[in-house]
């Protein structure tokens, strides 16, 4: 049997865009990226009175397949016909003995984003970003990346029939270039940080009409990431843990699982108690940590930004404000933990019977250790920590194939005129 269908409407109750912070309405049937206001997020609203009438507990329990589609009255896509579905998202939510033996917690739960179709959770948002774009008329599609979102949108470019250029830095995951070739993306190498990638991504977007997949810089990613709260909810039995703990980079899951408590409130599923929520970012980087800890409503730009968790070094997010107002909202915070931590903690990891987990796992499960000795959590406290991604994704090695690296601006046409093709 077929798990979604090949056609016909998906029952979205998609009804506007709103702006994030000018909370300005704009319509939901037009390609577009940041609120024209003020160049900040765009959020997607939903008719939650209508969506109630089919998403209650029982109608969700009978739908066995279908991944985070299962979610799909409060996803944007309108037709099945633009649905990618590779299997991403109904993901595991397991007990680990062996995380708790490591960290002192008694109820520590993770959630195995790992295990998606591309080796981490940015299936999820990639999977309706992209199958979005191309159902409102988007013809090629361009993305910044430290890693792993650069091979998921090359997977799902690939799967809608739509090219994708990805700007990655030179020192990116190894695992995460090879994807992209593999699926036939066009790459660009850039020495520097995936905020220098965006200055190229915006140059290209420009000059050959792509529609920019930027993290927060579209409406839909967060949606995808959104399923991850939505699904916490249904597998706890209808209610939500005691706390959170996320590595955080731009944040869109962080943003996206608050959204998605709101939603269930609405619509009768949950009630109005919400987790703790955590953001783990590294020493190395730490920006959202330092706004957080400066009673600062905007994170500041962080210079130099070093740490091997690829998906953490985001020196500035475009939704700062969004992960800062829900971590407050929530009586969490953000805490950094240092760079030392993490690859003894990955191995721990492994030995633990979690697998190979990511650098960026490895840092979410380090922060539980800090956040109990700072009584922030307690020992028994139910717990969800997430597993981000796997761990072969996080080794830097370089690849032997010619790659262009765009290094300097003045050859940045040179580079856009060859497509970014690699031969």
């Not at 702006?19 to 765009?42: C, F, M, N």
């Not at 969700?60 to 409060?74: N, Y």
């Not at 931590?341 to 979410?364: C, D, F, I, N, V």
């Not at 139910?382 to 996080?394: C, H, L, M, P, R």
Request: glycine share 10%; with cysteine.
């Amino acid at each position: 049997m077929l798990e979604l269908p090949d056609r016909g409407p998906t029952g979205s109750t998609l009804i506007s865009l709103q702006g994030g912070l000018s909370e300005r309405t704009y319509e939901a049937e037009q390609l577009i990226g940041v609120d024209p206001a003020d160049g900040k997020p765009l959020l997607a609203r939903y008719d939650l009175a209508a969506a109630s009438t089919s998403m209650t507990v029982a109608n969700l329990a009978d739908r066995r397949a279908g991944g985070l589609w299962r979610w799909r009255e409060l996803l944007p896509v309108r037709s099945w016909e633009f649905v990618n579905y590779m299997g991403e998202g109904s993901t595991p939510l397991q007990r680990s003995r062996g995380v708790a033996t490591m960290t002192g917690l008694t109820n520590v739960l993770v959630k195995r984003e790992s295990l998606n179709p591309t080796g981490s959770f940015k299936a999820r948002g990639m999977a309706v970003a992209v199958s979005r774009a191309v159902e409102l008329g988007a013809k090629r599609l361009v993305a910044p990346s430290a890693g792993n979102a650069a091979g998921a949108l090359a997977a799902y470019a690939a799967a809608a029939g739509v090219p994708a250029i990805l700007i990655m830095p030179t020192d990116a995951p190894m695992a995460n270039q090879v994807e992209v070739l593999a699926a036939g993306g066009d790459l660009v190498l850039l020495d520097g940080l995936i905020s220098d990638c965006a200055r190229l991504g915006r140059v290209i977007a420009d000059q050959l009409g792509a529609f920019d997949l930027s993290t927060l810089k579209e409406p839909y990613r967060v949606e995808g990431k959104k399923t991850m709260g939505l699904e916490l909810a249904e597998q706890l039995g209808w209610r939500l843990p005691d706390a959170i703990v996320y590595p955080t980079g731009g944040g869109t899951g962080l943003i996206g699982m608050w959204k998605a408590f709101d939603e269930l409130e609405a619509l009768g599923l949950i009630g109005p108690e919400r987790p703790r929520m955590f953001s783990v970012q590294v020493e190395g980087c730490a920006p959202i940590v330092r706004a957080f800890n400066d009673g600062q409503r905007f994170a500041a730009p962080w210079e130099n930004a070093t740490t091997a968790a690829a998906g953490l070094r985001v020196p500035a997010a475009i939704g700062d404000f969004l992960m800062l107002d829900c971590i407050r909202a929530s009586k969490g915070a953000a805490i950094s933990v240092p760079e030392q931590e993490l690859r003894p903690t990955q191995m721990r990891l492994s030995s633990a019977g979690l697998g190979y987990a990511s650098l960026e796992t490895a840092a979410a499960v380090a922060a539980l250790q800090h956040l109990l000795e700072q009584r922030r959590i307690d020992r028994n406290d139910q717990v969800v920590v997430f597993d981000t991604g796997a761990g072969f994704k996080s080794e830097p090695e370089q690849l032997t194939m010619p790659v262009p690296v765009a290094n300097d601006p003045a050859r940045w046409d040179e580079v856009i005129a060859t497509r970014t093709r690699v031969v």
